[in-house]
C-alpha cells in the first residue's frame, strides 16, 4: 500500500525547500520532488544578497522592502557563517541624469520640472531613512555619509566623484543557503528527491496522487508547487489546473572579474537609464556585477548572460570605476531566470517583486507559489504553511524565525573566533583553507574534517582545497550527485579549478554514486 504524506512539494529551489523544513518541523510529514539538483536554476544565479531592495522605494513596493528588511537580522542570527553583514557604498554624481518612470519620479518631476533628470540628493537620502527605520536594526549599523576624497571607497573611482552615501545589507551563499534548508528538513524527516522528475499530479478522491518519470507514484494530502520559473508549466502540463495565473520570466545577469578594488564593501550605481547595478566582492579574489532586467522566453536552464547584456554590465560599471571594465576581463558570466508573477507590468524593471501564493481548492488542495525573493523566502514558507492551516490542523506553530541552519550554531560576530579555533585545532589547513571551510560549513566543517592531522588523512585532493572528505560529505549530507553540484552550487569553487580537475570530481562522483546504488540494491 502506498504510504500517504501530508504535503508533496514539486521544486528544490529556495521556496520549495524552506517551506518543506517549515512543514517538517511543524510535525507534517513532507516529500520533495527535485527535477535536478538543488538550487540548480533561480535560486543559485541571484546578487547573492539579503537585502530590503532599496530600488523598489520608488515603485512604493513599501510592504515587500519591510517585510524583507525585518528578515535581515532574522536571516543573520540563523546562518553567521553563509552570509555576512556588508557596507554598501552609493555614489552621487552631480551630472548623472537618468530616465525613469518610477511613480516617485514622476512625482519628482511634476513638483521640481527644472530637476528633471536627476534623483535629488535629498530623495536619496530619505529613502535611506526609510530603508534604515522601516523594519528595525540591532547588528547592522545606518547611513552615513562618506567622502571619497582620499579614501579607500574612493580610491578605484572616477574623480569626480566626491561624496556618497553609505548603508547596510548582508551577502549570503544563495546555493548553500538551499542545500542547508533541504539537509535540515531532511534531518527532521523529510524526503528530499533529487533527479526526480514529476511527469503528473492528479486528484484522486481526497488525495493527489504523483507520479515521477521513473514510474513512481506517490500520494499525498496535498500539493506545492514551488516550481519558480515552471511553476506556469506545473499548473498547465504536470496538474492541468484551470487556472489563467502566469509567470512573468526575468532574465537577471551577473559578470564576474578578477578583483576591481582592495576594500570589502559593495557598490550601488545609479545608471543612466534609471537602472542600478551592485558591484560587490566575491570569493575573495574576484568582484561580482549585476543585474540586468530583460524579459525571457525559453527553458530557464538555457539562460545566458548575452554578449550585449555583459557589454551593458561592463559600460555601465566603467562610468564610476577609474579604469574601464571590459569584457575581455569577464572569468565567468551567469544568468538567473526570476519567476515574478504576473500583473500586467510594462517593463521587466517594474514587475512586482511581490511573492503571490494561490490555493486551488476544487478537491485536494494545490497551492501555487509565484514570484519571492532569497531575502523573504522564510516568511514565505510561512504564509504557504498558513494557507493551508486548516487541513492541517494538528501542524504546529511558525518555529523557524529562531532556529539556526545546520552548521550555524554559534553568534553573528564570532566567525573570526571559528576560523581561528578551526586552524588552530587542524594546522595544516592554512587560513585560506579555513575561512572556507567555516564560510560554507560552519561548525559542521570539524565533521568533515574529523580526525584528520595532515590532507592526506582527507582522501584525494581535487585540487583548490577541494579533497575526497569534503565531496562525500556533500554527497551523504547535501544531496550532491555530480561535479557541477560541488563546484557550482555547494561552492563556486569551479573558479579555480581545471576542466580536467572538474572531470576527475566527475568520474570519483559517478563511482561513488553506483557503488551506493550497488550497496542498496
Given amino acids: 500500500m502506498t504510504e500517504v504524506t501530508d504535503l508533496f512539494i514539486i521544486g528544490g529551489g529556495v521556496n ?32 547573492k544578497l539579503f537585502h530590503g531592495g532599496l530600488r523598489y522605494l520608488e515603485y512604493l513596493e513599501i510592504r515587500l522592502v519591510r517585510e524583507a528588511l525585518k528578515e535581515r537580522e532574522t536571516l543573520l542570527r540563523a546562518m553567521p557563517h553563509i552570509s555576512k553583514p556588508m557596507r554598501f557604498v552609493l555614489p552621487l554624481d552631480p551630472k548623472m541624469t537618468f530616465e525613469s518612470s518610477t511613480p516617485v519620479s514622476r512625482i519628482v518631476g511634476m513638483l521640481m520640472p527644472w530637476n528633471k533628470g536627476h534623483r535629488p540628493n535629498f530623495l536619496i537620502r530619505a529613502g535611506l531613512f526609510l530603508y534604515d527605520n522601516l523594519g528595525g536594526r540591532d547588528i547592522l549599523p545606518g547611513t552615513t555619509s562618506l567622502s571619497l576624497k582620499g579614501t579607500p571607497e574612493g580610491a578605484p573611482l572616477k574623480g569626480g566623484l566626491e561624496k556618497a552615501y553609505e548603508y547596510s545589507d548582508c551577502w549570503v551563499d544563495d546555493a548553500r543557503l538551499v542545500a542547508l534548508n533541504a539537509r535540515d528538513a531532511a534531518q527532521r524527516g523529510a524526503d528530499i528527491m533529487v533527479d526526480a522528475p514529476v511527469e503528473s499530479a492528479r486528484r484522486d478522491g481526497d488525495l493527489w496522487a504523483i507520479t515521477l518519470a521513473d514510474g513512481r507514484v506517490f500520494k499525498a494530502r496535498a500539493l506545492v508547487n514551488a516550481a519558480g520559473p515552471w511553476a506556469g508549466k506545473v499548473i498547465h502540463d504536470v496538474v ?81 570605476f577609474a579604469t574601464p571594465v571590459t569584457p575581455d576581463q569577464i572569468v565567468w558570466s551567469y544568468s538567473g531566470v526570476r519567476p515574478l508573477y504576473d500583473d500586467g507590468a510594462s517593463s521587466a524593471t517594474a514587475a512586482t517583486r511581490e511573492y503571490v501564493l494561490t490555493l486551488d481548492e476544487n478537491g485536494p488542495p494545490c497551492l501555487n507559489v509565484f514570484g519571492g525573493k532569497i531575502t523573504t523566502y522564510r516568511r514565505l514558507s510561512e504564509h504557504a504553511l498558513e494557507k493551508l492551516e486548516r487541513y492541517f490542523p ?72 577541494l579533497t575526497e572528505a569534503e565531496a562525500r560529505w556533500l554527497m551523504m549530507h547535501e544531496f550532491a550527485r555530480r561535479a557541477a553540484d560541488v563546484v557550482w552550487r555547494r561552492s563556486k569553487l569551479g573558479l579555480r579549478l581545471s576542466a580536467e580537475q572538474i572531470a576527475a570530481l566527475d568520474n570519483w562522483m559517478a563511482q561513488q554514486h553506483e557503488a551506493a546504488c550497488i550497496a542498496q540494491s
Wanted: aromatic share 10%; with cysteine.
Fill in 240 to 320: 492541468h489546473l484551470d487556472s489563467r495565473e502566469s509567470v512573468r520570466l526575468v532574465r537577471g545577469s551577473h559578470i564576474v572579474t578578477p578583483r576591481l578594488y582592495d576594500h570589502d564593501k559593495a557598490y550601488f550605481f545609479q545608471g543612466s537609464d534609471g537602472r542600478i547595478i551592485f558591484a560587490i566582492p566575491y570569493e575573495r579574489d574576484f568582484t561580482l556585477i549585476g543585474t540586468t532586467d530583460n524579459d525571457f522566453q525559453g527553458n530557464p536552464l538555457d539562460a545566458e548572460c548575452s554578449p550585449a547584456e555583459a557589454e551593458y554590465l561592463c559600460r555601465f560599471a566603467s562610468e564610476y
Fill in 16 to 47: 520549495g525547500c524552506g517551506i518543506a523544513r517549515d512543514a517538517v518541523g511543524r510535525g507534517l510529514s513532507v516529500r520533495l520532488a527535485e527535477m535536478g539538483d538543488l538550487a540548480q536554476a533561480t535560486s543559485s544565479k541571484s546578487t
Fill in 394 to 465: 494538528q501542524a504546529g506553530r511558525s518555529w523557524t524565525a529562531g532556529v539556526p541552519l545546520p552548521g550555524g550554531d554559534f553568534p553573528v560576530g564570532d566567525v573570526g573566533a571559528q576560523i581561528d579555533g578551526l586552524e588552530r585545532d587542524y594546522p595544516f589547513l592554512g587560513s585560506v583553507w579555513a575561512t572556507r571551510l567555516i564560510r560554507a560549513y560552519g561548525t559542521d566543517a570539524r565533521n568533515i574534517l574529523g580526525t584528520a592531522t595532515s590532507p592526506a588523512d582527507l582522501g584525494q585532493d581535487f585540487g583548490a582545497t
